[in-house]
Nanobody, 123 residues
């Protein structure tokens, strides 16, 4: 059974950092791309970053480049989104998702989704 579980969200002040984790199980991970998405109240879900497990390529949305870093902890089958220099506009529910072979910041190719973790950036 495919399962993605996010953790690490919380409340942080502007300029602070958070580290989100996505633990995956139940499928052949090497053939998948893991993506991070977010959805703020009243807004559509948007792609933040993704990493291909076939060649390690990474992709970022323009507004998080230089601030967020996606990586994989192979030993733990866990994907990390390190978020630095957080801004109030980063406030959203963050989701990780898995797509078979396709690397994209659009949600369409993603077949499996976690339940989400809340990130709030506020003073």
């Amino acid at each position: 059974q495919v399962q993605l579980v996010e953790s690490g969200g919380g409340l942080v002040q502007p300029g602070g950092s958070l580290r989100l984790s996505c633990a995956a199980s139940g499928f052949t991970l090497d053939a998948y791309t893991i993506g991070w998405f977010r959805q703020a109240p009243g807004k559509e879900r948007e792609g933040v970053s993704c990493i291909s497990n076939t060649d390690g390529s990474t992709y970022y949305a323009d507004d998080v480049k230089g601030r967020f870093t996606i990586s994989r902890d192979n030993a733990k089958n866990t994907w990390i989104l390190q978020m630095n220099s957080l801004k109030p506009e980063d406030t959203a529910v963050y989701y990780c998702a898995a797509a078979y072979f396709i690397s994209s910041l659009s949600s369409g190719p993603y077949d499996y989704w976690g339940q989400g973790t809340q990130v709030t950036v506020s003073s």
